[in-house]
């Protein structure tokens, strides 16, 4: 194995290189799930629905909205960076800036997708239902996307 820990044959420059373009996709990934969360949400006023929600529930739909409009802003960030700084070489500090913000975006996504489904459930069926809903997706959604990750050994 090389000292980097990995037994790839590639300079750093290269490494970055690939270490930025897997970042790119996975930011692409996330662009999916927000753009379909983020539509849902917008078109919700206009719905007849909406004047039926009650002061709670128009809370939560307004904590997401923000959620929502600051999680797209955090992923397309690593882009504008990439493009301000272009040729000035500074991918290194792009790609771990970039890394930090891809965590935030995934973990704005698990807020969304918890508070969507909280709202659904509130609208659908009750509050108590909803806080259920709530509190299993925060439980599953916080194993898969931070405990499980944090338990995965190195290969």
Request: charge should be neutral; include cysteine; aromatic fraction near 6%.
């Amino acid at each position: 194995m090389s000292p980097s820990g990995s037994d790839r044959h590639e300079t750093a420059n290269e490494r970055l290189d690939r270490n930025w373009g897997e970042l790119l996709q996975e930011l692409r990934i996330t662009q999916t799930g927000l753009q379909l969360l983020s539509g849902f949400l917008l078109t919700l006023p206009f719905t007849q629905v909406f004047s039926g929600l009650d002061g709670r529930q128009k809370d939560l739909y307004l904590g997401l909205v923000v959620v929502a409009s600051l999680s797209v802003g955090a992923n397309l960030t690593p882009v504008m960076l990439h493009r301000r700084v272009f040729g000035e070489h500074v991918k290194e500090r792009v790609v771990r800036v970039g890394h930090v913000l891809s965590q935030v975006v995934v973990a704005g996504v698990a807020v969304l997708v918890t508070g969507t489904a909280t709202l659904i459930f509130s609208v659908v069926v009750d509050w108590g239902a909803a806080i259920v809903v709530a509190a299993c997706l925060a439980i599953v959604l916080g194993m898969l996307l931070g405990v499980l990750p944090d338990r995965l050994d190195p290969w």
